[in-house]
């Protein structure tokens, strides 16, 4: 499960930013996951608990954001939503989308003590 590295990554970079601006604990941790990310936000939340034991987030709770697909069409010249990756242009049928959003893992905000 490629899960539990990508929560482990989460919990090194608290570390990280713990280190280098001087909090002492993860209260609370807000993370953006896109829906064409391949990452199942279910399986992050199950592994965040483990992988934040006897870290700076031990004991945090972790809010996930979920952030869907969306495209530029450059045939209709618009921005669309999409569900997978490869999903033709609702608007044209095309598959000339250049993904814009979606695509995310990433640590929005973060509260601290």
């Known amino acids: ?8 990554s989460v919990v090194r970079i608290l570390e990280q930013e713990a280190a280098r601006q001087g909090f002492s604990r993860v209260r609370r941790v807000w993370l953006e ?15 965040f608990q483990a992988a ?3 870290s700076v987030a ?4 972790l ?15 618009r921005d669309v ?5 490869f999903d033709p242009c ?12 979606g695509e995310e893992l990433r640590v929005k905000e973060v509260e601290v003590e």
């Open 1 to 8: 499960m490629h899960e539990m590295s990508l929560t482990e």
């Open 52 to 54: 934040a034991r006897d």
């Open 33 to 47: 996951i896109g829906a064409l990310s391949h990452v199942a936000p279910e399986a992050i939340a199950f592994c």
């Open 90 to 101: 609702p608007g044209c049928g095309g598959h000339d989308l250049h993904i814009t959003a």
């Open 81 to 85: 939503e999409i569900a997978q990756r």
């Open 63 to 77: 809010d996930i954001l979920r952030v869907e697909g969306a495209a530029w069409c450059p045939t209709c010249a």
């Open 58 to 61: 031990d004991g945090a709770r």
